[in-house]
């Protein structure tokens, strides 16, 4: 992979509904940069493996990734709960990590030129993907107001789930993000 030069590239890490994926998407926005939600492509593989279980392999994995557009990790069927359990569940997969390493530094080191650099966003940009960037940040916010965040964000989606719901899956999911043996989600100096 051929790095361009003299771009600007941005590292968020956050738990889930922290606010990470906004910010990323502002800054993105304000300049210039291309966005990637690193949390989206894992969503997208644990989609595939549950429409595809019997022929879900690495080479089905990099042929999706190879032929990415990012307009399809927008797709809102990704945010369904069982897609969700199925990402975390890919994620610890570390031949999977790999490929979606790959695509994530293409991304961040090689984004369109119509682009002046990247941002990417999830739970292990500053300590794995991207620990060079220029920015780093990690936002957070307590689980409360994080689970009250995404209950707010289903609503809007039609998803019908309790806050109290939403609360169990987050607490869940931010001892999965933080324990996972490959790229855990930890705050760095």
Known sequence: ???????????????????????AKLIAKHYKLQHLDTGRIYRL???????????FNYSL????????????????????????????????NNKIRSIVHQFQQ?????????????V??????????????MFKFFITASLKV?????????KNLNKKNTLNIVLKS???RDKSDRKRKHGPLKKTR
């Open 1 to 23: 992979m051929k790095k361009r030069k003299d771009i600007i590239t941005v590292a968020i890490d956050s738990p889930a509904a922290a606010g990470g994926g906004t910010q």
């Open 45 to 55: 593989i644990g989609k595939l493996k549950l429409e595809n279980p019997k022929k």
């Open 61 to 92: 994995i990099k042929k999706k990734i190879n032929n990415l557009n990012m307009n399809s990790l927008q797709n809102k069927k990704l945010l369904s709960d069982k897609v969700a359990v199925s990402a975390s569940i890919v994620a610890k």
């Open 106 to 118: 293409r991304c961040a080191y090689s984004p369109p030129l119509k682009y002046s650099g990247s």
């Open 120 to 133: 990417l966003d999830g739970r292990d940009i500053i300590t794995v993907q991207v620990k060079d960037a």
């Open 146 to 154: 994080r689970a009250k965040r995404r209950y707010k964000e289903l």
């Open 170 to 172: 987050l607490k869940n």
